[in-house]
């Protein structure tokens, strides 16, 4: 017998310290963006940075679905389904595993026009050949 | 099931005259508002994907641009981004309540929350559309055809140490590109936020059979809660770049 769990909402007091940790929380966000945080084996790079204030807003995030968005109350169906949609996003990632690893095998033309982030044409083995001869044969010249 | 044969009425002859909330397709309440529920959340997932998709392609041009996205990104108020993510928890939190009402009965509370929810939804479009888009619409900062990119359109912007102008006009336009487009989207949906929760305030005004079931003010705060998610992400990711 199913019951009546999805009625079960948080107490007033609940959200009400919700709203005060996402605030503190947001404050934290801000703050970290003031400061350099220096990354181990490379000081001047700002990766620290962008992982301190993802990992505050993931967390803002967590805190918003789990209790304004009530994931933390309901039934476990309504929990896996939202779980699920979150879950797809991090797939979504695998796209970096495409654009991340280009360069480890470089293919002609990619590297063409520096305005355009992922210019990609097809790959000519016979324009390849040339440039090896020393004639510079971009992939833009192929036709 | 009902053992009734006397009622023609297909709700009593499935068994579910007695709660008029209740359609006959659904074994009980529970049932009813848990599908409601899937319902709205595989929309949600839609919509993360959605907007899954332009933070993918942000995150691919920032890593490929890195310090021209931070150059170009003092065009950006942080102060302003900031009022409107506090602008939104708080909208969040009093959707949360009207829910809490909803669940209550309480009407006339549930009203309260949610146009308080709208205030909040207004004022955040006041500040981005007046305060942050109108701005650069005007120094012809808006990306396409009358884009300028030069000390007259930078004047407001430049500041000393500035190094804007350094920047690719092109890769100016793609960051700017980038934030139109995704806080666009975002402000599209406040706007239809504020259209719904206008809606739901009727039906509660009117205390209509739908304003009955809290579930429809929950559906509609899942909704109203994602809209704030998306935020939560778009103001570090765009407002506070690392150098």
């Given at each position: 017998m199913a019951s009546d769990s999805h009625l079960n909402h948080p107490p007033v007091k609940h959200y009400v310290f919700n709203l005060v940790v996402l605030t503190i929380l947001m404050l934290a966000t801000i703050g970290a963006a003031q400061i350099h945080i220096p990354t181990p084996g490379n000081p001047e790079s700002p990766l620290m940075n962008n992982v301190v204030a993802l990992f505050i807003a993931t967390?803002?995030?967590?805190?918003?679905?789990?209790?304004?968005?009530?994931?933390?109350?309901?039934t476990t169906l309504v929990k896996m389904w939202a779980y699920t949609g979150f879950t797809w996003f991090t797939l979504m990632f695998i796209m970096w595993c495409d654009y991340g690893t280009r360069n480890w095998e470089p293919v002609a033309g990619w590297e063409g026009n520096p305005a355009n982030a992922l210019p990609r044409e097809p790959y000519r083995p016979e324009k390849k050949a040339a440039g090896e001869h020393g004639e510079s044969h971009g992939a833009t010249e192929a036709h | 099931?009902?053992?009734?044969?006397?009622?023609?009425?297909?709700?009593?002859?499935?068994?579910?005259?007695?709660?008029?909330?209740?359609?006959?397709?659904?074994?009980?309440?529970?049932?009813?508002?848990?599908?409601?529920?899937?319902?709205?959340?595989?929309?949600?997932?839609?919509?993360?994907?959605?907007?899954?998709?332009?933070?993918?392609?942000?995150?691919?041009?920032?890593?490929?641009?890195?310090?021209?996205?931070?150059?170009?990104?003092?065009?950006?108020?942080?102060?302003?981004?900031g009022i409107n993510t506090f602008i939104l928890l708080l909208s969040s939190f009093s959707m949360a309540m009207g829910v809490h009402y909803a669940t209550l009965k309480k009407h006339a509370l549930v009203n309260r929350c949610?146009?308080?929810?709208?205030?909040?939804?207004?004022?955040?479009?006041v500040i981005k559309l007046g305060w942050e888009w109108w701005p650069k619409w005007e120094h012809n900062l808006f990306p396409g055809p009358g884009f300028e990119w030069n000390e007259h359109s930078l004047e407001k912007y430049i500041k000393p140490g500035s190094d804007l102008l350094s920047v690719s006009p092109n890769i100016a336009q793609l960051f700017l590109s980038l934030y139109f487009a995704m806080t666009g989207l975002h402000g599209i949906h406040v706007l239809v936020g504020i259209l719904v929760l206008v809606g739901l305030m009727v039906l509660h005004k009117k205390q209509t059979p739908s304003a009955q079931d809290y579930v429809n003010t929950e559906m509609v705060g899942l909704y109203w809660h994602f809209v704030d998610l998306v935020w939560i992400f778009l103001y570090p990711l765009f407002y506070l770049i690392p150098k």
């Open positions: 967390i803002k995030a967590g805190l918003v679905v789990a209790v304004f968005m009530g994931v933390r109350y309901t | 099931m009902a053992t009734s044969t006397k009622s023609s009425s297909p709700v009593e002859q499935h068994g579910h005259g007695h709660d008029p909330l209740l359609h006959h397709q659904f074994e009980d309440m529970h049932q009813q508002t848990e599908s409601y529920l899937v319902g709205m959340w595989s929309f949600l997932v839609t919509e993360i994907m959605f907007f899954g998709a332009l933070f993918i392609m942000y995150s691919i041009y920032r890593w490929k641009y890195s310090h021209e996205f931070w150059e170009v990104h003092n065009l950006l108020d942080w102060k302003l981004g949610l146009a308080f929810t709208v205030l909040c939804a207004c004022a955040f479009l």
